[in-house]
């Protein structure tokens, strides 16, 4: 039996006998130039239940080769199903494809995509033939030949992967166009798609102006279904397929010439899915549409809405992010089926739209593809790169909130503290994302520069920094997950008249303030003027704060009258925090507006409760936002902060060169340093802290 009729018995059912299939499983021969890649081309089938056969041809990016790319997802291609049965039976198996007259297997998704390429290419086969033709002028047609990373990249060859993932951009950006393969057709797809093209009839101006309306007005205004009707569930589940959460996205967008979009068999062009994603941002539909759909999921949720929120922005501005440190702050949430692309995914970016300055470091080594390095050892090379290429310690503000990431299990062992975990989902919106951090209104360290170490002490765990330290965390919010209540008692132990502040302040005043990080959506610091509960949304209940409510789901088993008294449990601090007879203040608002919500005992409000209802949505928005990030702490000298969840009284609150917010850390036997994470401060941001006695900076080491 030769090698051809072994590799067909085997691959349609039938077993081999006495064979050993290692012989005939894929050899890649070495690529013969560092600008060489392989391209593939399928041959065509006779029916359904053929085996797809592949051939590759070695090609040189200097010789400018007409090729397409292919843009995907290894796992899994959809997360929202229609039943439970369907989401737990399916398996993501490999299966065996025969390339240069050798088996390969592949993942399941990359398969059923070789299979429509397969029929695409036959139907198309027939020049002259009317949808051919149609095709053709609307630039639809399916290349001939495509660089598909899986097959055409040995992966075990850790020295050519390495090489091949450093030029990817260049891969990309060469391309006639990109294929993005959401996966197979299922029964969301063409409702999906009939919204998506209905919304490209929508002017921004028009869809921004939907803002301050009800969800309801706000679709009638736009032309669309009423919010809870079940096709804007099939738009949720569409937009959360698996391709939009690759870390590779960004990279595969930012070089494409040309994006086309692929569902199963059927294929439109890039820009229609950019204009409805610019329609939902802007309108504010997608966070409706996102609320609704998350009270029906049955099962593991995600971690949080990332289409509209993350990729949005990349989709419709040509903003360029401004520094090494905000491109590798992007990461967290994306998926990759090897955490070390969460760092190379994004250097052909970098190298494109970053521009070094005279502050880089002469110690600072290029970074680079290298499979040969841990997970670890990778983080480490590019938090140094990215300190060395300045002088601030912006990074150490890209520290995750979260502690744990028992979602992937993916962690890298032995990270130093300071050191970006990138395996890590970003759960909240951090710090760094807010207006006052990105526009300099923090500014704890009154600039001072933070002064790197010498050549000696680079790249290695341990990270010295200078720091002064301002107090030690004497209480903090002890809940699993935030708890509104809790974090007024810690509130409650402060003096009647805040002593941190220039003005006169409340207990109640600094905490609301504390709680927003003294911002609202428009204004910094946050407006104290005493609004209705309309403006009180507008300022607390805001997307963008890293503020998170007691959790009270709408789907929670929890019984009514259970519910009730947990509200009311928050609402009972407002004795305790001397409120008198003062003018309900935007934190006595969001209190009650946190006790209606969890009176809200249906899964659909009547119309006539609706715009009433848009408050109780914003707050169950931001619990599955930002649930269980941030704690309260109170310090010895009566500090009022919103620190990591992970924090602990005997903390330290420091003020380190170089940074724009306040750091927690934590002392250990040996002398050095643990980094907790940022934190907010009330009455520290603005470099109060420098006016205290005794305040004086030191080098101090983190591990």
Not at 151 to 166: A, L
Not at 313 to 332: A, G, M, Q, V, Y
Not at 651 to 659: S, Y
Request: charged share 25%.
């Amino acid at each position: 039996m030769n090698s051809s009729d072994s590799e067909s018995a085997s691959l349609t059912g039938h077993p081999i006998q006495d064979t050993d299939l290692d012989e005939f499983k894929c050899v890649y021969k070495p690529l013969p130039t560092a600008s060489s890649i392989r391209l593939l081309h399928i041959q065509s089938g006779v029916g359904d239940g053929d085996v797809i056969r592949l051939s590759t041809r070695t090609v040189d990016l200097d010789d400018k080769p007409q090729y397409g790319a292919l843009s995907y997802t290894w796992g899994r291609p959809i997360s929202v199903f229609q039943t439970k049965e369907e989401r737990d039976n399916l398996e993501d198996q490999q299966l065996p494809v025969i390339c240069d007259g050798r088996i390969v297997n592949i993942g399941q998704n990359l398969h059923d995509f070789l299979s429509a390429w397969q029929r695409m290419l036959q139907a198309t086969s027939d020049g002259n033939d009317e949808r051919t033709v149609t095709a053709r002028k609307v630039g639809l047609l399916p290349p001939t030949e495509l660089w598909i990373d899986a097959i055409c990249i040995d992966q075990k060859d850790m020295d050519e992967k390495s090489i091949q993932v450093s030029m990817m951009g260049r891969i990309y950006s060469q391309t006639q166009k990109v294929i993005i393969w959401l996966g197979p057709e299922d029964n969301f797809t063409r409702p999906a798609l009939q919204i998506i093209f209905k919304m490209q009839e929508i002017e921004q101006l028009q869809a921004r102006a939907c803002r301050s309306m009800t969800d309801e007005d706000g679709c009638k205004a736009l032309g669309l279904p009423p919010i809870t009707s079940s096709i804007w569930w099939s738009v949720f589940a569409f937009l959360h397929r698996s391709w939009f959460r690759r870390v590779w996205v960004m990279q595969e967008l930012a070089f494409a010439p040309q994006i086309q979009m692929q569902c199963g068999l059927l294929t439109f062009p890039w820009a229609a899915l950019s204009k409805a994603a610019g329609v939902l941002y802007e309108s504010r539909l997608g966070d409706s549409m996102d609320m609704w759909a998350w009270m029906e999921l049955d099962g593991p949720k995600f971690n949080e809405p990332l289409f509209l929120e993350d990729l949005t922005p990349i989709l419709t501005t040509e903003e360029r992010l401004d520094s090494d440190r905000n491109l590798f702050s992007t990461l967290k949430g994306r998926a990759s089926s090897d955490p070390r692309d969460k760092i190379y995914a994004v250097l052909d970016i970098a190298k494109r739209d970053v521009h070094d300055t005279d502050l880089v470091s002469p110690y600072r080594r290029p970074l680079v593809p290298n499979y040969h390095l841990d997970t670890a050892e990778v983080y480490v090379e590019a938090a140094w790169y990215i300190l060395l290429s300045g002088n601030d310690l912006e990074l150490l503000s890209r520290k995750n909130l979260c502690s744990k990431n028992e979602e992937s299990g993916l962690k890298p062992p032995s990270l130093p503290s300071w050191v970006p975990d990138w395996t890590l989902t970003l759960n909240e919106t951090s710090m760094w994302a807010l207006k006052p951090f990105k526009e300099g209104n923090w500014s704890a360290s009154r600039h001072v520069f933070w002064v790197p170490p010498e050549k000696s002490s680079v790249y290695r765990q341990i990270l010295t920094v200078q720091g002064a330290l301002v107090d030690v965390v004497a209480e903090v919010v002890e809940s699993e997950s935030f708890s509104l209540s809790k974090s007024g008692v810690v509130a409650a132990g402060l003096p009647a008249v805040y002593p941190w502040a220039s003005e006169k302040l409340t207990p109640v005043d600094v905490l609301w303030r504390t709680l927003i990080a003294n911002y609202d959506e428009d204004n910094y610091p946050a407006s104290d003027e005493q609004h209705d509960a309309q403006s009180a949304r507008n300022s607390v209940a805001s997307k963008k704060l890293p503020i998170q409510i007691e959790q009270l789901s709408f789907n929670s088993t929890e019984p009514k009258h259970e519910r009730q008294e947990s509200a009311e449990e928050n609402c009972s601090v407002l004795p305790k925090l001397n409120l008198g007879n003062q003018a309900l203040s935007q934190f006595d608002i969001m209190m009650k507006q946190l006790a209606k919500s969890a009176e809200f005992p249906q899964s659909v409000p009547d119309e006539a409760n609706r715009a009433d209802s848009k408050v109780e949505r914003e707050f169950d928005r931001l619990r599955s936002i930002f649930s269980s990030s941030r704690r309260i702490f109170r310090t010895r000298e009566n500090y009022l902060g919103n620190g990591p969840r992970s924090m602990r009284p005997g903390d330290q609150v420091w003020i380190l060169a170089g940074t724009k917010v306040p750091s927690v850390l934590r002392p250990q036997e040996n002398g050095k340093y643990v980094l907790v994470g940022d934190s907010y401060a009330h009455g520290i941001m603005h470099g109060e802290a420098f006016e205290r006695q005794g305040f004086e900076f030191i080098d101090i080491q983190l591990e």
